[in-house]
């Protein structure tokens, strides 16, 4: 029993590394996540009791399997049944990794591995951002996947990162290399040229002044925020001026009520929203707002955030459960800072850069809506247990 365990344990770790390159691999045929996610499912059915318990204190999940529930229901009306049993398909598998890893990490050393495992894969897709990066324009090639949702999953690292880093147990050279890392990832977001990506990385970097510095003030965090600052202000400097531009217009972009592009779509929804009678309450079937706006406009475009496609698919039944669930991590996390170390509120950032992330990214045929939980729930199950001694 214990090997089976060892080995769930080492393909979910695996699994979530390839989560990255998952996200820039747009294939219908095999690839390496697959492939590891069919022998995890394989593996896991032979340790059902271990692999797929749901305790007392795992609220998030219930919460999903209403959600789940509630969207499979949703094919009863969808306009476009296919498409919403596909959507399904890919939730029962996110729950599906969620419970598996969620079950077979209940220490710190291999939820830190989980962390370690997403940061190499975070890493690979810098490289192939970096490799395609093209000084005179912040367009990328598709080959090297979404921007928005590369710079996400980068941030999500560094917040992996800096959380690590709160631990005692490490030596000084390997804090260095893990800030080095933390400078790295910085990189890879300011040449990815999201503008998202660069309004969560200043949120990530005054989150960690705030909990390193200003609740914890010693000389040594005042020398390692200084640096941190310097050392992203020079970055930003060696940016071609196409990129500077672009960041520095961000505000503009929200006067205009632009987004990129995005705006007109939010606003055509919203408008429509409210005369759309009984598909406001029960939404028009899950995965179906391109079909939707399609039929709508003749235009076939993703919603571009997550909350109005939870809200047009699955209604406004579909869209408190989904509140709640989000909610129900948030709550993980306030219990856990509650009252502790302040240097832990760095970790109310699990939730609030997919939050910034739902506004402008197409969330709902994505695992990481699910994958999040895995760490806030873990970090939170620890921490009761008194596992997670930070400085």
Request: proline letters at 2%.
């Amino acid at each position: 029993m214990n090997r089976k365990v060892n080995i769930l344990y080492y393909l979910s770790a695996l699994y979530i590394g390839l989560i990255p390159l998952e996200a820039i691999t747009v294939t219908e045929g095999m690839s390496y996540g697959r492939l590891v996610f069919y022998a995890l499912a394989a593996i896991s059915l032979l340790d059902l009791k271990n692999s797929f318990q749901v305790t007392a204190d795992m609220k998030h999940i219930k919460i999903l399997f209403v959600f789940m529930a509630y969207a499979a229901f949703t094919t009863l009306w969808s306009i476009d049944m296919a498409r919403t049993f596909d959507q399904l398909a890919k939730l029962v598998q996110y729950m599906m990794i969620t419970l598996v890893a969620t079950n077979h990490a209940q220490n710190w050393k291999r939820l830190r591995g989980y962390m370690l495992a997403y940061c190499l894969g975070c890493l690979y897709i810098g490289y192939l951002s970096l490799t395609n990066y093209d000084p005179q324009a912040y367009l990328r090639d598709d080959e090297a996947g979404n921007p928005n949702e590369n710079a996400f999953m980068i941030n999500y690292a560094i917040v992996f990162l800096f959380i690590i880093l709160n631990k005692d147990s490490m030596k000084n050279w390997m804090k260095c290399i893990f800030y080095g890392c933390i400078m790295l990832f910085s990189f890879f977001i300011f040449i990815l040229g999201s503008r998202n990506g660069f309004i969560m990385l200043i949120i990530t970097f005054i989150t960690f002044l705030y909990s390193s510095v200003f609740r914890r003030f010693n000389f040594r965090n005042v020398i390692i925020s200084i640096a941190l600052i310097v050392g992203l202000y020079y970055m930003f400097q060696t940016l071609p001026e196409t990129l500077i531009d672009r960041f520095l217009g961000i505000s503009n972009s929200i006067d205009d009520n632009d987004f990129g592009g995005r705006g007109d779509i939010w606003d055509l929804t919203l408008a429509y929203l409210p005369n759309a009678g009984l598909k406001l309450i029960f939404g028009c079937g899950w995965g179906t707002f391109v079909q939707f706006f399609g039929q709508m406009t003749g235009r076939y475009q993703g919603a571009h955030n997550f909350f109005l496609t939870v809200l047009t698919t699955v209604g406004i039944i579909g869209f408190i459960i989904v509140l709640y669930y989000l909610k129900t991590l948030y709550n993980y996390l306030k219990k856990m800072i509650s009252g502790k170390d302040k240097s832990l509120f760095i970790y109310y950032l699990l939730i609030i850069l997919p939050l910034v992330s739902m506004m402008t990214t197409n969330w709902e045929s994505r695992k990481w809506w699910f994958v999040i939980s895995i760490f806030i729930f873990l970090l939170y199950k620890n921490e009761r247990k008194g596992m997670l001694q930070c400085r």
